[in-house]
């Protein structure tokens, strides 16, 4: 069975930085693509980033390009995501999501991916 833990939110000031964390039990990671979505009290899910499952392809939203990177460690299991630059519009719960069999092309919908955390609150302030 697979299992996502997200781990690394907290309350920031404007352009201050977080870096979240999702840690993946199971033999899936090797072989998942992983992604990171948000979201905020009133809206629906939205894409942030994703990464392929060899690490060589990544993609943004629009909104936090520039300012956020994603990246994988084969060895510890575990996906971050590095946010720099945050805006009080960055506030939402975070969630790292798994999208299983080796595939080539990144998903960028809650339902391209079958196995999610649990969600990290992230509050930056104005």
């Known amino acids: 069975q697979v299992q996502l833990v997200d781990s690394g939110g907290g309350l920031v000031q404007a352009g201050g930085s977080l870096r979240l964390s999702c840690a993946v039990s199971?033999?899936?990671?090797?072989?998942?693509?992983m992604g990171w979505f948000r979201q905020a009290p009133g809206k629906e899910r939205e894409f942030v980033a994703a990464?392929?499952?060899?690490?060589?392809?990544?993609d943004y939203a629009d909104s936090v390009k520039g300012r956020f990177t994603i990246s994988r460690d084969s060895a510890k299991n575990t996906v971050a995501l590095q946010m720099n630059s945050l805006k009080p519009e960055d506030t939402a719960v975070y969630y790292c999501?798994?999208?299983?069999?080796?595939?080539?092309?990144?998903?960028?919908?809650?339902?391209?991916?079958?196995?999610w955390g649990q969600g990290t609150q992230v509050t930056v302030s104005s």
């Open positions: 199971g033999r899936t990671f090797s072989s998942a693509n």
């Open positions: 990464i392929l499952w060899n690490g060589v392809s990544t």
């Open positions: 999501a798994a999208d299983p069999g080796r595939k080539f092309w990144l998903g960028i919908r809650s339902r391209d991916y079958d196995y």
